[in-house]
């Protein structure tokens, strides 16, 4: 039910790319993105709502593919301070609820 | 504006204790959730609050665990008879209504000894 987060970590060189992909065994409504920081609270980057949808905040952006349920985040020419640990949370019905679910993480490491 | 707070930020326990966490969401926010989160884990989901009334209390892992939102804003996630295994960062959210952006706040770390 967890969905799959992958890779597990990744390091870059700063200015370099990464995607990092989630996949779900379940039909989703949303896919939300944050980042966490070591010892901080995951901050929200975006959530997207619809199949296909995709959407970009700065050098970060997203895209959501309904069918196969899956959601990648590409993040272009990275800065040091894209570094921490990036989850997905995929928004699943639970009988009359959503209920959000989140992946184990990607550990993003950026270096000078 | 203030975000997300909890209190305490730090909580040591013995096993068998009875523990109470406190979370104060940001004001206007209808939704508020409970997470708990261990190390090099995601957050685990544990209970949904619409308003004062638990909308989705599934994530609970037994009936040692227990939370309120009376008036529906601040929160208490109540811990009966700790166990080691409920040592972990206890994150509250809240949004302005479910399936919104989550505001976290800085968590609770509970330790149990």
């Known amino acids: 039910q967890q969905p799959v987060q992958s890779p597990q970590a990744v390091i870059l060189r700063e200015g370099e790319d990464a995607v990092i992909n989630c996949s779900s065994s379940k039909a989703l409504y949303s896919v939300h993105w944050y980042r966490q920081k070591h010892g901080e609270a995951p901050v929200f980057l975006m959530i997207l709502l619809k199949g296909g949808e995709q959407k970009g905040h700065d050098k970060i952006s997203a895209s959501f593919n309904e069918k196969k349920q899956q959601s990648s985040l590409y993040l272009t020419a990275s800065q040091l301070s894209y570094s921490g640990t990036y989850f997905c949370g995929t928004e699943v019905a639970m009988d009359s609820n959503y209920q959000l679910i989140w992946g184990a993480g990607t550990k993003l490491i950026i270096k000078p | 504006g203030a975000g997300v707070s909890q209190t305490p930020s730090n909580k040591v326990t013995e096993k068998g204790k009875y523990v109470e966490l406190r979370c104060d969401p940001i004001s206007g926010h209808t939704a508020l959730y409970w997470y708990r989160q261990s190390l090099g884990q995601g957050p685990e989901f544990l209970i949904y609050?619409?308003?004062?009334?638990?909308?989705?209390d599934s994530g609970l892992p037994n009936d040692r665990f227990f939370a309120v939102r009376p008036e529906g804003s601040v929160s208490t996630l109540k811990i009966q008879r700790t166990e080691r295994g409920d040592s972990a960062v206890y994150l509250c959210?809240?949004?302005?209504?479910?399936?919104?952006?989550?505001?976290f706040g800085p968590g609770t770390r509970l330790t149990v000894l």
């Open positions: 609050f619409q308003g004062t009334g638990a909308a989705d």
């Open positions: 959210a809240s949004s302005f209504v479910q399936g919104h952006e989550q505001f």
